[in-house]
Nanobody, 125 residues
Framework: QLKLAESGGGVVQAGGSLRLSCTASGRTVNAWALGWFRQVPGQDREFVAAIRWSDGHPYYANSAKGRFTISRDGAKGTASLQMDNLESEDAGTYYC??????????????????WGQGTQVTVSS
């Protein structure tokens, strides 16, 4: 069974940077895409960014464009989310997740099959 594990969360000042990592284990990633979602208490998970696993094509939420960069290493089964110029609104628990192999919609949680446990990002002003 595929397992995903996030790392790299922490506390950062507004305007600072963090790099989140997602590591897959258990079996080879066989997904259309790997995505990152953010969740704050009392709210649904919100799409942040995704990457098409086959060729690395990125997708970004409007809030992430120009500040976040998603990447992946298919051979290693890892993905990263570089977050720059962080704002207070970026705080939350970040989850990485993988879609099914034919699920081409990357912005909605219901198309993702496997999720990590999350990593906390705190942005102080």
């Amino acid at each position: 069974q595929l397992k995903l594990a996030e790392s790299g969360g922490g506390v950062v000042q507004a305007g600072g940077s963090l790099r989140l990592s997602c590591t897959a284990s258990g079996r080879t990633v066989n997904a259309w895409a790997l995505g990152w979602f953010r969740q704050v208490p009392g709210q649904d998970r919100e799409f942040v960014a995704a990457i098409r696993w086959s060729d690395g094509h990125p997708y970004y939420a409007n809030s992430a464009k120009g500040r976040f960069t998603i990447s992946r290493d298919g051979a290693k089964g890892t993905a990263s989310l570089q977050m720059d110029n962080l704002e207070s609104e970026d705080a939350g628990t970040y989850y990485c997740a993988t879609t099914g192999p034919r699920s081409t919609i990357v912005t909605l949680t219901r198309f993702y099959e496997q999720w990590g446990q999350g990593t906390q990002v705190t942005v102080s002003s």
